[in-house]
């Protein structure tokens, strides 16, 4: 039962760390707002949630395997979703230095 609530809770903050960087994203791609005060979040919270992204991946993972990824698990979704914004951030951080370099 315990390890079914650690599960959900890793689900949940998975998902809410996936909604600020696709926030991000779209604020930096689509919607450009350029408010000082938007900004100062952005700053103060992309770095700690870098982190915290990471340190849930492994965490993830850890739970992953421990449930031999069931689809059904909540560990399965949190890893996924986890592993999808990675690669989108990382992706993205990449696709701007390589477009930086080639001016």
Same mark, same amino acid.
């Given at each position: 039962?315990?390890?079914?609530?650690?599960?959900?809770?890793?689900?949940?903050?998975?998902?809410?760390?996936?909604?600020?960087?696709?926030?991000?994203?779209?604020?930096?791609?689509?919607?450009?707002?350029?408010?000082?005060?938007?900004? #100062? &979040?952005?700053? +103060?919270? !992309? =770095?700690? @949630?870098?982190?915290?992204? /990471? $340190? %849930?991946? *492994?965490?993830?993972?850890?739970?992953?395997?421990?449930?031999?990824?069931?689809?059904?698990?909540?560990?399965?979704?949190? #890893? &996924?979703?986890? +592993?999808? !914004? =990675?690669? @989108?951030?990382?992706?993205? /951080? $990449? %696709?701007? *230095?390589?477009?930086?370099?080639?001016?």
């Amino acid at each position: 039962m315990l390890k079914k609530i650690i599960n959900q809770k890793l689900f949940y903050l998975s998902l809410c760390v996936a909604g600020y960087f696709v926030l991000l994203w779209i604020n930096a791609y689509a919607i450009k707002f350029n408010f000082v005060l938007i900004g #100062f &979040f952005q700053e +103060l919270l !992309t =770095i700690p @949630l870098l982190i915290v992204l /990471l $340190f %849930l991946f *492994i965490l993830s993972v850890k739970y992953c395997i421990d449930d031999k990824f069931r689809m059904k698990k909540y560990s399965f979704w949190a #890893f &996924f979703t986890l +592993l999808i !914004t =990675i690669l @989108l951030s990382f992706g993205s /951080l $990449f %696709l701007v *230095i390589f477009k930086n370099l080639k001016k």
